[in-house]
């Protein structure tokens, strides 16, 4: 497992723009598919965007394409979520997860390690 910290959550006005950033610990980073995750007070946890570990092949969920970017650094041991055109229901905590080989990047299930969480709000 790798330990990780998300950071770069906050508030911002419908239409702008965040960039979250998840730090991973340990020299194994490289070789972890990684996803981003989100949940709502009342909701399931819920997918938004996977990458694997070179960072060749990306996922979205379809309510973010286009919007949402997902990247990582393996140097740096660090992905990103450049979030724009953040709409209200994009309101939620973010998390970053990590998982050696994820069957699914889609699924909170294939991963094994997560974070703490970032809280991102989006006022109308």
């Known amino acids: 497992q790798v330990q990780l910290v998300e950071s770069g959550g906050g508030v911002v006005q419908a239409g702008g723009s965040l960039r979250l950033s998840c730090a991973a610990s340990?020299?194994?980073?490289?070789?972890?598919?990684m996803g981003w995750f989100r949940q709502s007070p009342g909701k399931e946890r819920e997918f938004v965007a996977g990458i694997n570990w070179s960072g060749g092949s990306t996922y979205y969920t379809d309510s973010v394409k286009g919007r949402f970017t997902i990247s990582r650094d393996n140097a740096k041991n660090t992905m990103y979520l450049q979030m724009n055109s953040l709409k209200p229901e994009d309101t939620a905590v973010y998390y970053c997860a990590a998982d050696l080989r994820p069957s699914d990047y889609s699924k909170a299930g294939d991963y094994d390690s997560w974070g703490q969480g970032t809280q991102v709000t989006v006022s109308s």
């Open positions: 340990g020299r194994t980073f490289r070789f972890y598919g």
